[in-house]
């Protein structure tokens, strides 16, 4: 069929009487289902989708179209002398990489101070619940836009909200060392409870004297 099928176009027409017509017949009547079952099927078009490589060479002699004849094409000099196919793929394949990279770091940075705002609108407790609401729809609705106009309206209050958090915490924490801490038995009540095991015969005098000096350390 090389002589016959030429990019853009057929050569020569087939006969009518061909054995072919009857196969491309059938490819027809089967090719919507075969579209369909592709369409609807990810792991095809995992196998088919951005891969491969071809030279700009191969492009040029079948005609080939959309983005990999634009990509080789216009990747070879105007001289027709062609273009390296490996390094073409592999420098495609970084930018690509690179990219997604980008996307995914944007991505979750944007997550992470969606979250630092809405975390901050039920932290301040000035705010009418009305507006909370409103702000929180807005960042439904327009997401990039409301948190850019948050973080420029409201930027000073946030570290001020987040920082006065931070001490309360701190101060929780403190009194609450201070209060397990003060709820110990002090020296001297070691010392007795010590003492009335030695006067009950429990312990013996050496054992009493390493009590007393532990609790007194």
């Given at each position: 069929m090389m002589?016959?099928?030429v990019p853009g176009g057929v050569a020569t027409d087939?006969?009518?009487?061909?054995?072919?017509?009857?196969?491309?017949?059938?490819?027809?009547?089967?090719?919507?289902?075969?579209?369909?079952?592709?369409?609807?099927?990810?792991?095809l078009q995992d196998?088919?989708?951005?891969?491969?490589?071809?030279?700009?060479?191969?492009?040029?002699?079948f005609g080939a179209g959309g983005f990999v004849g634009w990509q080789y094409v216009a990747s070879a000099p105007p001289d027709g002398a062609g273009t390296d196919e490996t390094e073409v793929c592999s420098v495609d394949?970084?930018?690509?990489?690179?990219?997604?990279?980008?996307?995914?770091?944007?991505?979750?940075?944007?997550?992470?101070?969606l979250f630092y705002i809405i975390a901050d609108l039920f932290r301040d407790h000035t705010l009418n619940g009305w507006w909370k609401a409103v702000w929180i729809i807005f960042m439904l609705f327009f997401p990039f836009i409301t948190a850019l106009v948050y973080l420029i309206a409201r930027g000073r209050g946030m570290a001020e909200?987040?920082?006065?958090?931070?001490?309360?915490?701190?101060?929780?924490?403190?009194?609450?060392?201070?209060?397990?801490?003060?709820?110990s038995?002090?020296?001297?009540?070691e010392i007795?409870?010590?003492?009335?095991?030695?006067?009950?015969?429990?312990?013996?005098?050496?054992?009493?004297?390493?009590?007393?000096?532990?609790?007194?350390s």
């Amino acid at each position: 069929m090389m002589d016959c099928v030429v990019p853009g176009g057929v050569a020569t027409d087939l006969a009518e009487d061909a054995p072919i017509r009857a196969l491309v017949d059938e490819i027809r009547a089967r090719f919507p289902a075969l579209v369909d079952l592709y369409d609807k099927t990810a792991s095809l078009q995992d196998r088919t989708v951005g891969t491969g490589c071809v030279s700009a060479e191969l492009v040029r002699q079948f005609g080939a179209g959309g983005f990999v004849g634009w990509q080789y094409v216009a990747s070879a000099p105007p001289d027709g002398a062609g273009t390296d196919e490996t390094e073409v793929c592999s420098v495609d394949n970084f930018w690509n990489l690179f990219w997604w990279f980008l996307w995914v770091w944007v991505f979750v940075a944007y997550l992470m101070v969606l979250f630092y705002i809405i975390a901050d609108l039920f932290r301040d407790h000035t705010l009418n619940g009305w507006w909370k609401a409103v702000w929180i729809i807005f960042m439904l609705f327009f997401p990039f836009i409301t948190a850019l106009v948050y973080l420029i309206a409201r930027g000073r209050g946030m570290a001020e909200r987040s920082g006065r958090e931070a001490a309360q915490i701190r101060t929780a924490q403190d009194d609450y060392i201070r209060s397990v801490a003060g709820a110990s038995a002090s020296p001297t009540d070691e010392i007795a409870k010590a003492k009335a095991l030695l006067d009950a015969g429990t312990i013996d005098q050496t054992e009493f004297q390493a009590l007393k000096a532990k609790a007194m350390s």
